[in-house]
């Protein structure tokens, strides 16, 4: 099956105080540690995000077509830019997130019916910026857009999403403060 993979590089990073996108862990942006990882399960791979910013990191970009729509917006973005069947959609802050993790959501999504899988923890909450989004979602998050929604959740409402169940979330656990770095970094 075709797969693209997308890295959510846009964001404010107003809670980490600094671009976290180009913070550096285990000798690499965070940026590029994801980058990395979906390179493993696809040679598709870009990054949502400013060209200026972001073009020396390796990866073509492209910028949000709607802009100041957050996170949705950047889905909105990858969807609008692929030739894919499948894509995956991964936020930049999420360090642990692997190859493994991601190829086991490539194949809850190619064994299903969904338009996004959308993995959740044991605590049951939706990750919807690590997860797989089907060609076909654009018109709905299109929709969702233009009428205002940018909460990505709510943005999906009228999907056929499959909140998959993992037993351990740090896959996509994200780091949002200076302080979540630090404590990341320095372990």
């Known amino acids: ?30 940026a590029e540690q994801v ?14 995000g400013q060209v200026d910013t972001y073009g020396s990191l390796g990866y073509p970009v492209v910028e949000d077509l709607l802009k100041g729509c957050g996170p949705l917006g950047g889905i909105h973005a990858a969807l609008s830019a692929t030739h894919a069947q499948w894509n995956l959609v991964v ?6 997130v692997t ?11 190619e064994a299903g019916s969904a338009d996004a899988v959308i993995p959740a923890g044991p605590d049951g909450h939706p990750e919807p910026l690590c997860a797989a989004y089907h060609g076909r979602s654009l018109t ?9 929604t940018f909460k990505v959740m709510s ?25 979540d770095w ?6």
């Open 1 to 30: 099956m075709n797969w693209a993979g997308f890295v959510l590089v846009g964001g404010k990073s107003s809670r980490m105080g600094c671009n976290k996108a180009l913070l550096h862990i285990r000798n690499r942006t965070l």
């Open 35 to 48: 980058a990395e990882q979906l390179r493993v399960v696809t040679n598709d791979v870009r990054l949502i």
């Open 91 to 96: 936020a930049c802050d999420m360090p642990e």
């Open 99 to 109: 190859a493994e993790f991601l190829q086991r959501l490539i194949a809850r999504a």
């Open 140 to 148: 709905e998050i299109t929709n969702a857009l233009e009428a205002g």
């Open 155 to 179: 943005g999906l409402s009228r999907l056929k999403v499959d909140v998959w169940r993992v037993p351990d979330a740090r896959y996509f656990h994200n780091l949002n403060t200076r302080q």
């Open 182 to 187: 630090l404590g990341y970094s320095n372990a």
